[in-house]
Nanobody, 124 residues
């Protein structure tokens, strides 16, 4: 069992930056993967970025490559999503999620544990 709690959402202007945090607790193993998803109103939840926290391998959605960075702290208990060059289309509720496995899943159905979500709004 893993618990995740997000924080750090808010309002930013286009071109600005925000950092999201995801604090994890519980049974975090070497093959734990932590990811970020987002969901805009009326849209399906979509993959943003993820990291296998023990070896720091990462995956990114094409829409955020070069703008967003996922990284973790040394204790492996907090994962961050640094979001730069924000666009209005990045507006969504952002969710942190966790699962176990040897590869990084890219669909929300493959993640077992979810946070409550944090709103990110980017104004033009």
């Amino acid at each position: 069992q893993v618990q995740v709690v997000e924080s750090g959402g808010g309002l930013a202007q286009a071109g600005g930056s925000l950092r999201l945090s995801c604090a994890a607790s519980g049974r975090i193993l070497s093959r734990t993967v932590m990811g970020w998803f987002r969901q805009a109103p009326g849209m399906e939840r979509e993959f943003v970025a993820a990291m296998r926290i023990s070896i720091e391998t990462t995956e990114y959605a094409d829409s955020v490559k070069g703008r967003f960075t996922i990284f973790r702290d040394n204790a492996r208990s907090t994962v961050y999503l640094e979001m730069n060059s924000l666009k209005p289309e990045d507006t969504a509720v952002y969710f942190c999620a966790a699962t176990g496995g040897w590869k990084i899943p890219l669909t929300h159905r493959e993640y077992d544990y979810w946070g409550q979500g944090t709103q990110v709004t980017v104004s033009s």
